[in-house]
C-alpha cells in the first residue's frame, strides 16, 4: 500500500524481509544500515528481546532523494521469524508493496523455509493479499556455511515456476544483501508506474 | 499493485486545516496523522524534536497490537489509546477505520480537552477520508508517476547500491 502524497510530494513504500528465525532478516537490515550513508537513511529500531531476537520488529527507513519532483522513501521491515510470534508477522504485513524472501541455506533448516513459506502465503490472505500479486525476491542466505541444501533444491521448494528473482548471500558478510535490496526496490517502483 | 493511499493537493490541504484547528483548540504541542501500515501522512505542530518516521512506524504498530489484544477479549477494537508520561502524553485514535490520528500534548492542556476536540476533529477526516477512498475507489486516478519516475528512481538505485 504505497502512500503517494501529490501534495508534499513524497511516496513512500513499504518492504517487509520475512523468513524463518535466524535466517538473517535482522542481519541484512543491519548491514544495510552500516553500509548506508548517514544522509539517506534514518534511525534503526529494533524490537527484540535480551537475547537479540527479533521481538515485533525491525524498522529502517531509506532515502532515495527526490525523484522526478517526489521525495521517495522506502520503510524496510523485518518480522520475527519464530514460530510463535505469528500475530506479530500478520500485522507487520499490513499494507505491504513487497517481499524479500531470506531462506536459511542449512539442511537442517530446509523445512522451516517451506513452513515459513506457507505461513507468509496465509499471512498475505488474512490482509486480502495474494502473493502473485505481490513484488518478491528470494534471498538464499548463509551459502558459506558447509552444511547447506543446493541452490536447485531450494528452487525447487520456494520457487518451482522459477517465477521470482534470486540472490545466494553471506548476510553477515554483506554478499548479496545491496543487490536484494536493489531488485526488491526496482520491482516496487515499477507497481507505481 | 497492491491497495494504495492517494493523497491530492485540495485533500492535503483539507487535512492539514483540520488538524492545525485541533492543535490550536486543544493547545497540544504535535499532532500526526498516519496510515496503518505506519507511512507519516502529515503532522503538525512541534516537529523538530521528534523523529516522525520512526514515531509514524510505532504508533500503528501500537495501535495494531493493541487492536489484536482487544479481539482477545472479545472486542472488535479499541478506538482510542491514551498513554501517560510524566511531562508529555500521548492521545492516539482511528479514523474512517484506516487513519490513525496522535496527539501529543504536556500540561498546557487536559486529556479531556483532547479527547472532546479530537472527536469533532475524527468526523471531519472520516469525510475526507471517506471521500479519499471512494474516489480511488471509482476515478481512475491520473497516473503522475510514470515510466520515466521508474527509470529515474532505477538509475538512482544503481547509483546509491551500486551497479
Partial sequence: MAL??????????????????????????????????PSIKGKLISLAT???????????????????????????YTVPGQVFYNASRKLILKGVDGIVFVADSQIERYDENILSNENMKENLE??????????????????DLPNITSVEE??????????????????????????????ICKLVLKTLA | MTEGLNIFEEDFWAITDALNRLLQGTNARTILLIDKAGQLITSVGDTARLDTSSFATLSAADFAATSQLASLIGESKFSTLFHQG???????????????????????????????????????????????????????????????????????????FGP
Avoid: M, W
Avoid at chain 1, 488474512?126 to 551459502?143: F, S
Avoid at chain 2, 487513519?99 to 475524527?122: H, P, S
Fill in chain 1, 4 to 37: 503517494i502524497n501529490y501534495a508534499s510530494r513524497e511516496i513512500n513504500s513499504k518492504i517487509v524481509y520475512y523468513g524463518p528465525g535466524l535466517g538473517g532478516k535482522t542481519t541484512n537490515i543491519k548491514y544495510i544500515y552500516t553500509k548506508l550513508n
Fill in chain 1, 50 to 76: 535480551e537475547l537479540d531476537r527479533t521481538l515485533f520488529f525491525d524498522f529502517l527507513p531509506v532515502d532515495l532523494g527526490t525523484i522526478r519532483g517526489f521525495k521517495t522513501r522506502f520503510h524496510l
Fill in chain 1, 126 to 143: 488474512a490482509h486480502n493479499l495474494v502473493l502473485e500479486k505481490i513484488p518478491l525476491v528470494l534471498q538464499y542466505n548463509k551459502r
Fill in chain 1, 154 to 183: 531450494l528452487q525447487k521448494i520456494l520457487n518451482s515456476s522459477n517465477k521470482y528473482a534470486f540472490f545466494e548471500s553471506v548476510a553477515t558478510q554483506g554478499i548479496g544483501v545491496f543487490e536484494t535490496l536493489k531488485e
Fill in chain 2, 86 to 160: 510524566e511531562r508529555e502524553n500521548l492521545y492516539v485514535c482511528l479514523i474512517a477505520d484506516r487513519v490513525i490520528l496522535a496527539v501529543i500534548f504536556d500540561q498546557r492542556t487536559t486529556l479531556g480537552l483532547v479527547r472532546v476536540k479530537a472527536k469533532n476533529t475524527a468526523a471531519e477526516l472520516e469525510r475526507i477520508f471517506s471521500d479519499i477512498f471512494s474516489k480511488l475507489q471509482k476515478e481512475t486516478v491520473a497516473k503522475h508517476i510514470d515510466t520515466s519516475f521508474t527509470k529515474a528512481a532505477e538509475d538512482e538505485l544503481d547509483r546509491l
